[in-house]
C-alpha cells in the first residue's frame, strides 16, 4: 500500500521551519528530537484524516494511515507533554485551529485564504513548541517567534494565491503587495526594526514578480523553499530572541 504524504511541497518547509527556529533560539536539547518525531506524525496524520471528509469513498484507504500517524505521534508527544505542561495549552490552541479546518473541508472552501492562515498557524506553534521545550517555559518570546513565523508564511500564502488561484485577479495581487509592505512597517512600529530585515528578500519577491505569465506550481514552491531558507539565516542573524 503506497504511503500517504502531504502533497503541498510548502507545507514541509512550514513544518520544520518553525520548530528549527524555537529549537534554535531555546537552546537544542534531545528531548526536541522525540517531540519532533511526534510532531512529524500527528502532521502527517493531517492528510488521511482531512481526505476521509473530503471523500467518504477513501475512507477505508485513509483511516488505516490516519490511525497508524496519530498513534506514532502521540506516543512520542504525550510523553514530553506531561512533563512540559505548557505544550498543553498550545495542543488545545491547535485543536480549535484544526477545527476550523475542518468546517471549511466539510463546506468545500478549502481554498479560503482564512483557512490557509489557520493552518498556517497551526504549523507555526512548533516554534513556541520547541522553545517550551528548551526553556521550560512559555515565554513573551516564544509567542512572539510564534507571531513572526506567522506573519512571514501568511505573506507566502499571499504570494503563492496571487501567481496561481488569483494569478488574474489585480487586486488580490494589490492586497498581496500591500501585505508584504506592511511586513517591513510592522516590525518598526514594535520596535523591531532590525526583524524587518528578515521579510526584505520576501517583499522585493512579491513586488517584482510578474504575474502576467504563468508560472509552474513546483517553480513556485522550490521559490518558497529558497526563500524560506534565506529567512532562516536572516532571523539568526537579527534575531531579537
Not at 522553545?131 to 507566502?156: K, P, Q
Request: aromatic share 16%; proline share 5%; hydrophobic share 55%.
Amino acid at each position: 500500500m503506497k504511503m500517504v504524504l502531504p502533497k503541498e511541497h510548502g507545507t514541509w518547509m512550514m513544518f520544520f521551519l518553525p520548530y528549527a527556529l524555537g529549537a534554535v533560539f531555546s537552546g537544542p536539547t534531545l528531548v526536541h528530537i522525540p517531540f519532533l518525531i511526534g510532531w512529524f506524525f500527528l502532521y502527517l496524520s493531517a492528510t488521511p484524516w482531512l481526505s476521509q471528509l473530503r471523500n467518504a469513498k477513501l475512507r477505508k484507504q485513509m483511516r488505516p494511515w490516519a490511525l497508524t500517524y496519530t498513534a506514532i505521534g502521540l506516543l512520542f508527544c504525550v510523553p514530553v507533554m506531561l512533563f512540559y505542561v505548557e505544550l498543553l495549552w498550545l495542543g488545545f490552541i491547535i485543536m480549535l485551529l484544526f477545527c476550523v479546518n475542518i468546517v471549511f473541508v466539510l463546506r468545500k472552501q478549502e481554498r479560503h485564504l482564512l483557512n490557509d492562515l489557520c493552518g498556517i498557524a497551526i504549523f507555526s506553534f512548533g516554534a513556541p513548541a520547541a522553545f517550551v521545550i528548551g526553556t521550560d517555559d512559555l515565554t513573551s518570546d516564544a509567542i512572539l517567534l510564534w507571531a513572526v513565523v506567522t506573519f512571514y508564511f501568511s505573506g507566502t500564502a499571499f504570494y503563492v494565491k496571487s501567481l496561481i488561484r488569483e494569478r488574474k485577479n489585480t487586486s488580490f495581487h494589490k492586497t498581496s503587495h500591500i501585505y508584504h509592505g506592511l511586513m517591513l512597517l510592522v516590525p518598526w512600529l514594535f520596535g523591531l526594526g532590525t526583524l524587518a530585515l528578515a521579510f526584505v528578500p520576501g517583499t522585493l519577491k512579491d513586488w517584482f514578480t510578474p504575474r502576467d505569465k504563468h508560472i509552474r506550481p513546483l517553480t513556485v514552491g522550490i521559490i518558497e523553499i529558497c526563500n524560506a531558507v534565506v529567512f532562516f539565516l536572516l532571523i539568526l542573524w537579527v534575531s531579537p530572541f
